[in-house]
């Protein structure tokens, strides 16, 4: 199987380069970001939950994410990989994540860390949010909360794939293609 971490700071290209990877490599795309917005669009006790935490530019808890990641590899058990994107954003989350893939006998290939300057993320996630309207896309403050909670709590999650050797850095500024270039190199 092919699993892939897509690793990076908020409004890095996560998103964006996992719907190429997808239909490149005929993955499973899990975003635990769009799984909480499904759950808050439903209207669910969880996504409210989410919505609360998410507009404040805060993580959700751990066990929430996990949770439904487990019940996403459950429902495809003849998948040929999957793109995790957005996930995993803490320690407890790879540590997790390593196991539950470990269960049924596969693991990670490779984290892809997507490289972009904080004064770019700005710019493209207030740009995304006047086209969107994602709520946590809207002021300049959650912004930077985000990706301080990006520096403090999920940045050292390159750390434990780098001690697997499965962490490739790239540069994350240029042409959507190009980016998606580097991505299939580092990976083929
Ligand atoms: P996510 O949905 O994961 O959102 P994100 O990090 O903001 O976006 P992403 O990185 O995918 O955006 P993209 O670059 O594609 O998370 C939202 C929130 O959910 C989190 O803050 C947290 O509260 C919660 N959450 C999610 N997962 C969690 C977890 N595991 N644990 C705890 N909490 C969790 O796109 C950004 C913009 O850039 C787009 O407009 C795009 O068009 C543009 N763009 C992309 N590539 C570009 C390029 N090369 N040049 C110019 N613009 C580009």
């Known amino acids: 199987m092919l699993n892939l971490v897509l690793f990076g700071p908020p409004g890095?290209?996560?998103?964006?380069?996992?719907?190429?990877?997808?239909?490149?490599?005929?993955?499973?795309?899990?975003?635990?970001?769009?799984?909480?917005?499904?759950?808050?669009?439903?209207?669910?006790?969880?996504?409210?939950e989410a919505k609360h935490l998410m507009d404040q530019g805060l993580l959700v808890p751990d066990e929430v994410v996990i949770g439904m990641i487990r019940s996403k590899l459950e429902t495809n058990p003849d998948a040929k990989g999957f793109i995790f994107d957005g996930f995993p954003r803490t320690i407890p989350q790879a540590e997790a994540l390593d196991n539950l893939l470990s269960d049924v006998g596969t693991s990670i290939k490779a984290m892809l860390a997507l490289e972009v300057n904080e004064e770019e993320l700005i710019k493209r996630l207030l740009n995304r949010g006047k086209d969107s309207g994602r709520s946590d896309d809207q002021d300049v403050e959650i912004i930077r909360k985000r990706i301080n909670e990006y520096n403090a709590k999920t940045a050292p999650v390159a750390a434990h794939y780098n001690a697997q050797e499965k962490f490739r850095s790239i540069l994350g500024i240029g042409s959507i293609d190009d980016i998606f270039d580097a991505l299939r190199k580092a990976i083929d």
């Open 12 to 48: 890095a290209g996560k998103g964006t380069q996992s719907a190429h990877l997808v239909s490149h490599y005929q993955l499973i795309h899990l975003s635990t970001g769009d799984l909480l917005r499904s759950e808050i669009a439903a209207g669910t006790k969880l996504g409210l």
